[in-house]
């Protein structure tokens, strides 16, 4: 049996909070953080909810490692 995602209730959160607000993340933002918490949290490649995240930072430090 597949393990439970460990960041699966915030992603839950983020779209409760999302549909509540018609959808405007400025609404929010501590929901988010609370899963960027939860990401930073566990190891790289275990949560599938956190792939965005990841991917986002892979592409900051190639973004960051280009512009030296």
Do not use: H, W
């Not at 609370?34 to 566990?42: F, P, S």
Request: with cysteine.
């Amino acid at each position: 049996m597949p393990q439970k995602d460990p960041c699966q209730k915030q992603a839950c959160e983020i779209q409760k909070c999302l549909q509540a607000n018609n959808y405007m993340e400025s609404k929010c933002q501590a929901v988010i953080q609370e899963l960027r918490k939860c990401c930073a949290q566990n190891a790289k490649g275990r949560s599938l909810v956190c792939s965005g995240f990841e991917k986002e930072e892979e592409e900051n430090l190639t973004l960051k490692s280009a512009s030296k």
